[in-house]
């Protein structure tokens, strides 16, 4: 295998992408545990919520809490989801070490998800990135429907250039390109970060892709031969998008900790202690863990 790197950050996103979408509420002492059992197993980039419109998102409108009260390790990045300057705003009431701004390869989903156009949903970006600047808050871009939208279908890659660059411009440390409903595989994966290369250097990218079709770890294997060195993933593989339907949970950080392990590519995760925590976490929510490996390890 060539190109690997010896390296991998894992952005675990379990406590914002793995909760926004449970049906049931889950109360702030849950997931305020929940991000500290993680950050004990050795995740060192935990997004810990989002400042969404709670109207829009319930699950996440206790996010001010979880800030505020969760042990802080000052080893560990806790990000906030934000959409827009308001996001912003409660983002930085509450320390937040990080902010995400949120976009998408396709018109239909970002009408969907963010009542807004590509290019409108660019410009409240740059008004985040503006005002972290000045706060000295990095931020994170996300790019959602990389190779699919639930409402449009196939998204070519141009599209997902055009964000990209534009965000990289704008200020964004990263671009963390989301796989939203699962669809992609390693050739679309391939075509798309390979066109993706051409307006943004390898450095500034990370994956995040969600195991709908069982194609995430073939793919994230795809973006480690090219070079990508971060991958979000979700412990259990809890998760999905309330704007696209289907979509499952993301990867399940145990599959991709092991396959890393594996490859003797460092995370800093203890394997044990994360399965631990998933199994924890499943049993708060009353469901079995998504995590191949989890199931094996405990059977
Ligand atoms: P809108 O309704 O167009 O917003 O929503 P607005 O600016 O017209 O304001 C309407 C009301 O919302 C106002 O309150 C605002 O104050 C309030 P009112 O006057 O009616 O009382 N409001 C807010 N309240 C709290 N926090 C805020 C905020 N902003 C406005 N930040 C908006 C536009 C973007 C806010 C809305 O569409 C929204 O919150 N969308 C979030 C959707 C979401 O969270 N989706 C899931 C995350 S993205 C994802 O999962 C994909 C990812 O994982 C990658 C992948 O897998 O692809 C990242
Ligand atoms: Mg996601």
Redesign the pocket.
Known sequence: MTKLPKKVRIVE?GPR?GL?NEKQPVDTDTKIQLIERLTQAGIQYCEAG????????PQ?AGSDDVFNRIARDPNVVYAA????L??FE?AVAVNASEVAV?CAASEAFTQK????SIDQSLERARDVINAASAANIPVRG?I??VVGCPYEGEITPEKVSYVAEKLLAMGCYEI?L?D?IGVGTPASVVAMLQHVLTVVPVETLAV?F?DTYGQALANILAALQIGVAVIDSSVSGLGG???AKGATGNVATEDVVYMLNGMDIETGVDLQTLITTGHWICDQLGRQSASKVARALSG
Not at 81 to 84: A, C, D, E, R, S
């Open positions: 996103v992408d926004q989002a400042f969404v419109n709670p109207k829009w998102v996440m989801l934000v959409p827009n308001k996001g409660r949120f998800n963010t009542n807004c996300y959602s429907c963390s989301g939203t995040h969600h998008c309330p704007y």
